[in-house]
């Protein structure tokens, strides 16, 4: 079974640039697994941020954008803002699954 | 307006079994691929499985640890999607979603959740 990888927990001051990567343990995650990215806050549902890669939902702020880096899917907040701070989960899509990652803590301090 | 609503959660003793329902609207549900996502308490999110729409076979897919204990169905003429749960473990416990794709990407709208508490 795939394992995907993501950062634990990062910290970013606000006003900053943080970058959350996703990795699969197959191998480079490529266009081809149509990375996902979602925002979680404590005790409601996920939300749908950027979808195959680096395309955004008609509800995704600017400062959020999606791509790939060295071999990984990547998230990259730009102008950090404190309602960022959350839990970030990417998914990965292989054949007829799904894999989530384990999620990444944001912490905007 | 997309509205997703789980319902079924309770407390249940290992070894049972329960069924959750997913009420949708605001969508074309009988053209949706439905999926179920679940999330232990304090954990991350965890894929169970989807079933996809009639016209496209209307097939099921599961991860590896909801094969053969879990069962997903769907009632298009109650816009009504459904996860039976059997021979419960501990372990599944978790508040369960329901999601699904309705403009783009891959689950773009969810459910509130509804826990499932498995504890003797």
């Known amino acids: 079974q795939t394992v995907v990888t993501q950062e634990p927990s990062l910290t970013v001051s606000p006003g900053g640039t943080v970058t959350l990567t996703c990795a699969s343990s197959t191998g480079a995650v490529t266009s081809g697994y149509y990375p996902n990215w979602f925002q979680q806050k404590p005790g409601q549902p996920p939300r749908a941020l950027i979808y195959s890669t680096s395309n955004k939902h008609s509800w995704t702020p600017a400062r959020f954008s999606g791509s790939l880096l060295g071999g990984k899917a990547a998230l990259t907040l730009s102008g950090v803002q404190p309602e960022d701070e959350a839990e970030y989960y990417c998914?990965?899509?292989?054949?007829?699954?799904?894999?989530f990652g384990g999620g990444t803590k944001l912490t905007v301090l | 307006e997309v509205q997703l609503m789980e319902s079924g959660g309770g407390l249940v003793k290992p070894g049972g079994s329960l069924r959750l329902s997913c009420a949708a609207s605001?969508?074309?549900?009988?053209?949706?691929?439905m999926s179920w996502v679940r999330q232990a308490p304090g954990k991350g999110l965890e894929w169970v499985g989807r079933i996809k729409r009639k016209s496209d076979g209307g097939t099921t897919d599961y991860a590896a640890p909801a094969k053969g204990r879990f069962t997903i169905s769907r009632d298009d003429s109650k816009n009504t999607l459904y996860l039976q749960v059997n021979s419960l473990k501990t372990e599944d416990t978790a508040v369960y979603y329901c999601t699904t794709t309705v403009h783009s990407g891959e689950f773009d709208y969810w459910g509130q959740g509804t826990l499932l508490t498995v504890s003797s």
């Open positions: 605001g969508f074309f549900f009988s053209n949706a691929w």
């Open positions: 998914l990965l899509l292989s054949g007829g699954a799904h894999q």
